[in-house]
């Protein structure tokens, strides 16, 4: 990244990441059930971008270029996963870089319903019944061809609240 210190060669970089990411990158909310938490589900954000590990390079590129993240195996499809959990980093970092750098398929939609449900986190509404239901509702929405550990249906008929 030390070779794109201009401000023409920073936007180009930023540029092929939203293209790079278009094609091999998800916005994805995880649901988990946690039976100590008082609503009794953790609401997960991520972003993650896969590749082969032949081709590394664009993942290590996009860690320094973000700031933040991490490199995993994912032994499911045998790639190399770029990927940004914490709240905070996807709202300071990651969000307002897709925000300035639009993707330009379908997939700027479960972006922007990703970048409301990050909102309503930081809001601390998923801890409440009504603003958990509403971000399952958005996140049911995304990413129409992922599966599913849980149903919509489970998720909310297991909604519990502990005073």
């Known amino acids: 990244m030390d070779n794109y210190n201009t401000p023409t060669l920073k936007k180009e970089l930023a540029n092929y990441i939203s293209g790079y990411v278009d094609g091999e990158g998800c916005f994805c909310i995880s649901f ?4 100590k938490l008082n609503i ?3 609401v997960k954000p991520s972003f993650a971008v896969s590749q082969n590990s032949d081709r590394r390079q664009v993942l290590d590129l996009m860690m320094k270029y973000f700031g933040c993240g991490f490199l995993r195996r994912d032994y499911g499809d045998k790639t190399l996963k770029y990927e940004v959990r914490s709240l905070d980093e996807l709202l300071e970092k990651v969000i307002p870089h897709f925000l300035a750098f639009q993707l330009k398929s379908s997939k700027q939609n479960d972006f922007l319903l990703f970048t409301e449900i990050c909102k309503l986190m930081k809001d601390q509404k998923h801890l409440e019944i009504k603003g958990f239901k509403r971000i399952v509702e958005l996140g049911y929405t995304m990413n129409g ?3 599913r550990k849980h149903s919509k249906d489970i998720l909310l008929s297991n909604l519990k609240m502990k005073i």
């Open 145 to 147: 061809s992922g599966k």
């Open 32 to 35: 988990s059930k946690r039976e």
């Open 40 to 42: 009794g589900w953790e």
